[in-house]
């Protein structure tokens, strides 16, 4: 099972940038998709997340209406299109992958820097 992101990088403050997860090893359009990004000294926190038919999404508060997030079920892939973007969005933005109830299946990707400055 891997989930690799890519797309992150140094942006100056209002623009944009597009983070991609890319899945393998197992049933990517079963999944929920999420997003979670960690600031330094911080704790890691949801940034949105998609349906595994990707008709539902939902974001926090803090980036309503600047990102948004989609998936590709025929490319395995997930998608984080960030725009207006602020020094405090500047954290290591992370994928994750989960299905099931009784058994829960978990995977996470290992992070993209994405830092917001001038």
């Known amino acids: 099972v891997q989930l690799v992101e890519s797309g992150g990088g140094l942006v100056q403050p209002g623009g944009s940038l597009r983070l991609s997860c890319a899945a393998s090893g197992f049933t990517f359009s079963k999944y929920v998709m999420s997003w979670y990004r960690q600031a330094p000294g911080k704790e890691r926190e949801l940034v949105a997340v998609i349906s595994s038919t990707g008709g539902s999404t939902n974001y926090a508060d803090s980036v309503k209406g600047r990102f948004t997030i989609s998936r590709d079920n025929a490319k395995n892939t997930v998608y984080l299109q960030m725009n207006s973007l602020k020094p405090e969005d500047t954290a290591v933005y992370y994928c994750?992958?989960?299905?099931?109830?009784?058994?829960?299946?978990?995977?996470w990707g290992q992070g993209t820097q994405v830092t917001v400055s001038s």
């Open positions: 994750r992958g989960s299905a099931g109830s009784v058994v829960v299946y978990d995977y």
